[in-house]
């Protein structure tokens, strides 16, 4: 550990939110990973824009996690520093039919917040395992719904430390993709708008999407959650159980036999299990079908060679 610059560290926030070598399989939802040298979680937009500045002046390394829930981490860790906006960057603000929600609340969190005050829109999203920051990054959706279709307006910090206040149109939603995502802009806050609804229509819609993640996702299975991109015109879990690809397995990581769609830590697995078999299921899928899968999973750190 470089003391010099973890005092520093500790100088932009309290020492207790400053880790060092901290395993990150503690930290995301595959449950693997190596260490980072630094694991860091501000509370505030002051102390994430006073990190930014400290790793750039001393050259640093960074990198933003929320809830880890779509990220594959070498088992070499991390050579730098980690930044975690979550439980410490949570709060939820209900004014009318808007949400204010600060970047380390969970989906799920939000979910309730709006089942309370009867707000109807966000329910195709209580049940994504993330923070609201990671959801607007992504564009995450589900069930017909993406956070596009529900994000009023984004506060982020641009990467040198400004704030900005980016509308809907500006951020240029995509397919899974974000002016945030292209830009590498940090999310702050969220605001979302909804409708009025009535309680019991919200809270059965939330029930349906709940029972139909039970029955049709692996759930009891570390896992990031739908491990590739859908291509147009195609869906990436039929193409996998088409190419005959169910149950397949490297090391400790396997395609579920539930939904071919996740890639599952069945016990055991390192990040290079996982990686290689994306590797391989995304050849095997381009060979038979000339359909390329692009992983949805974002990697970090160093991985070993890709094969021919």
Not at 196 to 203: P, T, V
């Amino acid at each position: 550990m470089n003391r010099e610059f973890y005092e520093k560290l500790c100088g932009c926030m309290e020492q207790e939110r400053v880790k060092v070598q901290e395993p990150m399989a503690k930290h995301t939802t595959f449950r693997l990973g190596g260490t980072a040298d630094y694991y860091v979680m501000p509370k505030s937009e002051e102390e994430i824009r006073a990190l930014i500045s400290l790793c750039r002046r001393e050259e640093v390394p960074y990198y933003i996690v929320g809830n880890g829930s779509n990220l594959l981490v070498s088992d070499a860790g991390y050579r730098g520093v980690i930044i975690a906006i979550g439980r410490e960057m949570a709060v939820i603000e209900v004014h009318g039919c808007t949400i204010r929600a600060q970047a380390g609340a969970l989906m799920s969190q939000i979910a309730s917040a709006a089942l309370e005050h009867k707000l109807a829109g966000f329910e195709f999203a209580s049940g994504i395992p993330g923070t609201i920051g990671g959801a607007a990054v992504m564009n995450a959706g589900a069930y017909g719904g993406e956070m596009k279709d529900v994000i009023e307006k984004v506060t982020v910090l641009d990467q040198d430390g400004r704030s900005l206040v980016l509308s809907g149109e500006e951020l240029e939603f995509g397919y899974r993709t974000s002016r945030i995502m292209k830009q590498g802009y940090i999310v702050v806050a969220v605001c979302l708008r909804l409708q009025k609804g009535a309680r019991e229509d919200i809270a059965a819609k939330m029930e349906d999407f709940k029972r139909r993640r039970t029955t049709k996702q692996p759930l009891e299975y570390p896992s990031a959650g739908s491990t590739f991109k859908r291509p147009e015109g195609y869906f990436a879990g039929k193409l996998i159980q088409d190419t005959g690809l169910r149950g397949f397995a490297v090391g400790g990581a396997q395609v579920s036999e539930k939904h071919s769609g996740f890639v599952i830590n069945k016990g055991g697995a390192t990040a290079e299990d996982v990686n290689r078999l994306m590797q391989e299921v995304s050849d095997r899928v381009y060979k038979k079908f000339g359909v390329r899968l692009e992983p949805e999973v974002r990697r970090l750190g160093d991985f070993g060679p890709k094969k021919d």
